[in-house]
């Protein structure tokens, strides 16, 4: 049979009695600290009118929104009646069940909430937020990987690799496609664009430009990811995936078009 074996990772790092440290939700808080120290040493750098405790508060905020978005988003939008019937599973978040979407829909709240807090303009926050939004999205597709879950279609490129949970059957690694995209490619570029005064100056270029990078790459990679067993494909042969993410191109491509109108504020 052909395809790469599959690496024999447990998802739990460690256990204590009953508590079970595991890779997912490691990547998430891994994600958040390491934002947050960038985070800081940003804001001393590029003098963007925060201080180390307003950073401190907007990890709060951040934090909420990933939490209570993301998995609020997955249940609405890759939920099974499971949820309905027993909807305490809702919280059981260390079993997995995440939506980048309805995560981002948390975050854009919770920046709102906060600029309105000390009164800062909303896109020079979610600028700041987006940022490092990447990291966590690098750490989540390494854990999904981990996880032996949101695997790959079957295919017979020489990198395939036989998920336990995927049938044995030889399928495209997507979760490493997306670290790579999503995670690696997008940091690069955003932070990159954010080392230009004129960009930092027209608030919300950078927010435009993770969405709209987002969105064109989740389109894409797609392409290589098994829809959901109980979704499958919608209209046009379309994952949900690729449904959430049409808008966040169009939102993108009207946010620039809009910041780049006006003149830059400093």
Not at 89 to 115: D, N, P, R, T
Not at 134 to 161: H, K, M, Q, S, Y
Not at 223 to 237: I, N, T
Request: some cysteine; hydrophobic content about 50%; overall charge positive.
């Amino acid at each position: 049979m052909t395809g790469l074996e599959y690496p024999a990772i447990s998802p739990v790092i460690f256990s204590i009695g009953p508590l079970a440290v595991r890779w997912y939700s490691m990547a998430y808080l891994a994600g958040i600290l390491i934002a947050w120290l960038l985070a800081n040493r940003n804001i001393k750098k590029y003098g963007c009118g925060l201080t180390k405790g307003n950073i401190e508060d907007l990890v709060f905020y951040i934090t909420l929104g990933i939490i209570l978005g993301g998995r609020l988003g997955y249940v609405l939008f890759y939920g099974t009646s499971s949820f309905w019937h027993n909807p305490l599973q809702i919280f059981e978040i260390w079993k997995g069940g995440m939506s980048f979407h309805g995560g981002a829909i948390g975050v854009a709240v919770a920046s709102y909430l906060f600029a309105r807090k000390v009164k800062y303009p909303f896109l020079g926050i979610t600028d700041l937020v987006v940022l490092y939004a990447p990291i966590g999205i690098f750490l989540g597709r390494l854990a999904n990987f981990v996880n032996d879950e949101l695997w790959g279609r079957v295919t017979d490129v020489p990198w395939a690799v036989r998920f336990p949970n995927g049938g044995g059957l030889p399928r495209h690694p997507s979760q490493l496609y997306e670290a790579f995209f999503e995670g690696i490619v997008m940091f690069i570029v955003l932070n990159w664009l954010w080392r230009y005064k004129p960009v930092r100056e027209h608030k919300g270029t950078v927010s435009a430009m993770f969405v709209l990078l987002y969105g064109c790459f989740r389109v894409l990679l797609e392409q290589f990811r098994e829809p959901d067993a109980h979704m499958g494909f919608f209209f046009f042969h379309l994952t949900m995936g690729q449904i959430l993410s049409f808008p966040l191109i169009g939102l993108g491509i009207v946010v620039l078009w809009l910041v780049w109108k006006r003149p830059a504020k400093a």
